[in-house]
């Protein structure tokens, strides 16, 4: 009996100082966790939960961790091994940070080749009739789109023509995606002729003309009877002689 009483006493003795041991070692870890030493490399959520209540049903170790919640927003508990209750230690995710500053433009990249056509779509429905847009401008014209590169921070819808003659391609400034937009040429083609308008109706008699001249006979023009008799006076006022004839 008295061997039997020893060994007792020196295993009490040793479950003691492995529970004293156990218990240091977790108060060191939840020191190092609320010091923000521990780093949590070997921090891993086991499962996930609809309510807290559920925890109860598990036998968990020291450190297991759980999210409780639902829809992406989980609080995680963690078993504390040296309370043996869980602790909620909220969500791991933050609250969102304010909006950054927004960061410098970047450099024009180079020109990628142009694609192949895409095929036809189909005719969609037309859409409600939209507001009165604001008043467009063309800014410049240049020759070449290449030259728009020399254009830096161009404001969203900034307009340039770009062409020899007209009619000019018309290049946007796409703020969204910023990159130039080449959106045509704002001229259509000629159109065909029109029909032939209906006959206009007849116009309102103009004013009284001024009187014309009336020619006098005998200064302004002559009768055949005229003439005769002034071919005869000449006649008889010539002098009579042999060597005269007519």
């Known amino acids: 009996m008295a061997v039997q009483r020893q060994n007792c006493l020196a295993l009490l003795a040793d479950v003691q ?3 004293t041991e156990r ?28 309510a807290a209540a559920e925890l109860d049903a598990l036998t968990p170790m020291a450190g297991d961790a759980y999210g409780v919640g639902s829809n992406g927003v989980y609080n ?7 309370n043996s209750t869980w602790v909620n230690n909220g969500q791991l995710k933050g609250e969102k940070g304010e909006k950054g500053d927004t ?8 020109k990628g080749e142009k694609g192949d056509t895409g095929p036809q779509g189909d005719k969609g429905e037309q859409g409600v009739k939209g507001d009165t847009g ?10 070449t789109a290449d030259a728009l590169a020399g254009i830096l921070s161009p404001a969203p819808g900034a307009a340039y023509g770009i062409g020899s003659a007209a ?8 703020g969204v995606n910023s990159v130039w937009v080449n959106n045509g040429q704002l001229q259509g083609a000629k159109g065909d002729t029109g029909e032939t308008g209906p006959q206009g109706q007849q116009g309102e008699p103009g004013p ?3 009187p014309g001249y009336s020619p006098v006979c005998g200064t302004d023009y002559f009768t055949a009877s005229d003439r005769a008799a002034i071919v005869a006076d000449v006649l008889a006022a010539l002098p009579d002689g042999d060597g005269v004839s007519y």
């Open 17 to 19: 100082a492995n529970e």
């Open 23 to 50: 218990a240091a070692f977790y108060a060191q870890v939840r020191a190092d966790y609320e010091s923000g030493a521990f780093n949590g490399r070997d921090f891993r959520i086991l499962g996930y939960f609809a």
């Open 76 to 82: 995680v508990y963690v078993w504390d091994g040296v």
């Open 103 to 110: 960061g410098e433009q970047g450099p024009q990249g180079e």
């Open 134 to 143: 604001a008043g467009f401008a063309v800014l410049g014209y240049f020759d």
């Open 167 to 174: 009619p000019y391609d018309i290049y946007i400034w796409d």
């Open 208 to 210: 009284q003309g001024v």
